[in-house]
């Protein structure tokens, strides 16, 4: 059964700071592997989606990587601002016709100014 | 790009009462819709998948009868929280898979229900 980890479960940096947010997967069979921002009362945003045949994916100033073998990817935040102040969340698909996501519980990230 | 939009984004009830939220796929059909619940500090977990024209299949310990989800059109599908108690309080997310392009999935932007 596939479970997927995300430590820590808080952060706090002060701004301007590079950071790197965790997220562990237990089998290493999926299909993809994404990242999402969650902001308090509001709903989901996908930042970045690796493909299972991807070893990164980059937008901005976020850089998520995939290593597929040790059950890891990171999304990596340069100089972090206040408005990056939110919970992530990494969602692991098994397989291309499985459409389930299996979800992390988060990293609740403060940028403090 | 694909939008799924969720309606309402809030909503508040009656303990006892039955509360409906709507997920709507706009500019794209969508085959197969999915029912996530966020309870605070876990991990969003699937409730049931739902294929248009079919049952939804649900998802062990999800009650059935009291999380009604209908996929009667290919871009809506609802989920009805019958009789609800606090405990049903949470946070529900859709999200829906365009069969058109590549079998992308979009999320809705969720629905926050508090029983009171």
């Known amino acids: 059964k596939q479970e997927v980890t995300q430590i820590p479960a808080a952060l706090s940096v002060p701004e301007g700071e590079n950071l790197v947010l965790n997220c562990s997967f237990t089998d290493s069979a999926i299909y993809n592997l994404q990242w999402f921002r969650q902001d308090p009362g509001k709903g989901l945003t996908s930042l970045l989606l690796?493909?299972?045949s991807q070893r990164e994916q980059t937008s901005g100033r976020l850089n998520a990587s995939l290593d597929k073998s040790s059950g890891r990817s990171t999304l990596y935040i340069a100089a972090s601002q206040p408005g990056d102040s939110a919970t992530y969340l990494c969602?692991?698909?098994?397989?291309?016709?499985?459409?389930?996501?299996?979800w992390g519980a988060g990293t609740k990230l403060i940028i403090k100014p | 790009g694909a939008v799924v939009s969720q309606h309402p984004s809030w909503v508040i009830c009656k303990s006892g009462t039955s509360v409906k939220i709507e997920c709507r796929s706009l500019d794209f059909q969508a085959t197969t819709m999915f029912w996530y619940r966020q309870f605070p500090k876990q991990s969003l977990m699937l409730m049931a998948t739902s294929n248009e024209g079919s049952k939804a299949t649900y998802e062990q310990g999800v009650e059935k009868d009291k999380f009604l989800i209908n996929h009667a059109s290919l871009t809506l599908s609802t989920l009805t929280v019958t009789s609800a108690h606090p405990e049903d309080s949470s946070f529900y997310i859709c999200s829906a898979r365009d069969g058109g392009a590549w079998n992308t999935i979009y999320f809705g932007e969720g629905s926050w229900l508090t029983v009171v």
């Open positions: 969602a692991a698909r098994l397989s291309d016709s499985n459409y389930q996501l299996i």
């Open positions: 690796i493909q299972s």
